[in-house]
């Protein structure tokens, strides 16, 4: 998708502005990998067998307009995470044969948390996109942004992209959405296909957004873990 599309309720559109100059962020990615190769607590899940990598802001194709990961399709997370990601995808395995999960964000450091944040700050979308005074749980390495391929290895269709603000982009918007045909019951099943996988392996759900899993409830992660230094 060229650009982001966000939609109230109402389903008018608001296009947030491209940048004059799209940056790549090579010298804060590198220290990033830097960070995340030698914390003992981080594991690479970027070759995990049932695993896919395609990280969005890995290109310039995504909301803010950046290349926020220099190109590296390189993704890690909390070692209690990958706990939880390699039971999904034992699951996945059993339930859905030759399925793969396609990774669009794992482990966020905060660099690129203030990107994203700067895109919607002073928008009615500011809500969606974390601080990174407080962190998301992605910038606890604790949180996923994924989805799911059929046995072929084509992406289920959802309804939306990865990183839409429509309000139909999550659960709760699911049912409206179906009766203004906004979405189809098979988008719908799809989304209830992944959750049945994530849920089943002990992930918890964001209900604005079909793509996004928590390893923990958020009250959880930030009594017990450390966000990320920078």
Not at 70 to 95: P, S, T, Y
Not at 108 to 128: C, D, F, I, M, N
Request: glycine content about 6%.
């Amino acid at each position: 998708m060229s650009s982001f599309v966000f939609a109230h309720e109402t389903d008018s559109l608001f296009v947030p502005p491209k940048p004059e100059k799209p940056l790549r962020y090579c010298s804060s990615v590198k220290k990033w990998i830097a960070f995340a190769t030698s914390d003992s607590n981080m594991v690479e899940i970027t070759h995990l067998k049932g695993v896919r990598m395609d990280l969005r802001y890995a290109t310039f194709e995504n909301v803010t307009g950046h290349d926020l990961y220099c190109g590296v399709q390189r993704a890690f997370v909390h070692k209690d995470a990958a706990v939880k990601l390699r039971k999904a995808v034992k699951i996945m395995e059993r339930d859905m044969p030759g399925s793969e999960l396609v990774i669009f964000d794992a482990s966020r450091p905060l660099y690129a948390q203030e990107a994203l944040r700067k895109t919607v700050r002073g928008t009615p979308y500011s809500a969606y996109v974390s601080s990174p005074a407080t962190g998301g749980l992605h910038n606890f390495g604790l949180a996923l942004d994924l989805s799911i391929t059929d046995a072929d290895g084509n992406l289920l269709d959802m309804g939306t992209d990865f990183d839409s603000f429509e309000r139909c982009a999550g659960e709760v918007g699911e049912t409206e959405a179906l009766k203004s045909g906004r979405l189809t019951q098979e988008q719908v099943d799809n989304r209830n296909k992944l959750r049945k996988i994530m849920k089943a392996a002990g992930w918890v759900p964001l209900g604005s957004e079909w793509w996004h899993f928590n390893a923990y409830p958020s009250k959880n992660v930030r009594e017990n873990y450390p966000k990320f230094p920078f």
